[in-house]
């Protein structure tokens, strides 16, 4: 059973910094890329960065690029992080991390795998 979770959301005051960690178990034995989805209350999940299956294939929206940055571990293939600074009140959201197989798509129905979530709010 393919578990995704999720750590390192909390409250910080703008213009501070947060890492978000993603451990994932039980996938299955194929090559994956991984994402960060987020959600704010009334909107729909946007993807804020996703990595491909080599770890060098890496996608930022719009909104965050510069800001954040999302790396895989090389020995633990299973493992992501989102380095987040410089975060602003509209980054608020619930951070979500999500796999899905071979290559980084945007869009949150593409990715089989979710986690449960970790609340990151930006005052």
């Known amino acids: 059973q393919v578990q995704l979770v999720e750590s390192g959301g909390g409250l910080v005051q703008a213009g501070g910094s947060l890492r978000l960690a993603c451990e994932a178990s039980g996938l299955p034995d194929y090559d994956y890329a991984m994402g960060w989805f987020r959600q704010a209350p009334g909107k729909e999940h946007e993807e804020v960065a996703c990595v491909g299956w080599a770890g060098t294939a890496k996608y930022y929206a719009d909104s965050v690029k510069g800001r954040f940055t999302i790396s895989k571990d090389n020995r633990k293939k299973s493992t992501m992080q989102l380095q987040m600074n410089s975060l602003q009140p509209e980054d608020t959201a619930m951070y979500y991390c999500?796999?899905?197989?071979?290559?980084?798509?945007?869009?949150?129905?593409?990715?089989?795998?979710r986690g449960q979530g970790t609340q990151v709010t930006v005052s």
């Open positions: 999500a796999v899905r197989k071979s290559y980084c798509t945007h869009s949150w129905a593409d990715f089989q795998h």
